[in-house]
């Protein structure tokens, strides 16, 4: 059992960044076996994969829309993931949300993982 809590989130400028955390908490895995994954999700629109890291933190993976802009990594002995995202755009809208996945590798089909936080909001003003 993994429980997961984003935050960070907010209301930025077109340009501006933001730095989002997802504190896990593990009971009978520890959190660093588990990779790690953000999520985001907008206003009709189906959840899409944004970035993943793998349980070392050793592998990345990004969605092309974010590649250059968005920053993923890990910290295993604070049980914390983050999402640093720079260069915002007004599209970057959206609720972010944070997943574990049980996979060797870093996955970005929303099937691959079994946990997920409750979501933080991100807008972005044009």
């Known amino acids: 059992q993994a429980q997961l809590v984003e935050s960070g989130g907010g ?4 340009g ?4 989002l ?5 593990a009971s009978g895995r520890t959190f ?7 999520f985001r999700q907008a206003p009709g629109k189906e959840r899409e994969f944004v970035a993943g890291i793998s349980w070392r933190g050793g592998s990345t993976l990004y969605a092309d ?6 920053t993923i990594s890990r910290d295993n002995a604070k049980n914390t993931v983050f999402l640093q995202m720079n260069s915002l755009k ?6 972010y949300y944070c997943a574990a996945s049980s996979s060797v590798v870093v996955t970005t ?3 691959e993982y079994d946990y ?3 979501g933080t909001q991100v807008t972005v003003s044009s």
């Open 32 to 38: 660093n076996s588990y990779a790690m994954g953000w």
């Open 109 to 111: 089909s929303t099937l």
């Open 16 to 19: 501006g960044s933001l730095r």
């Open 116 to 118: 997920w936080g409750q």
């Open 11 to 14: 209301l930025v400028q077109a």
């Open 21 to 25: 955390s997802c504190a896990a908490s």
């Open 90 to 95: 007004p599209e970057d809208t959206a609720v």
């Open 65 to 70: 829309a974010v590649k250059g802009r968005f």
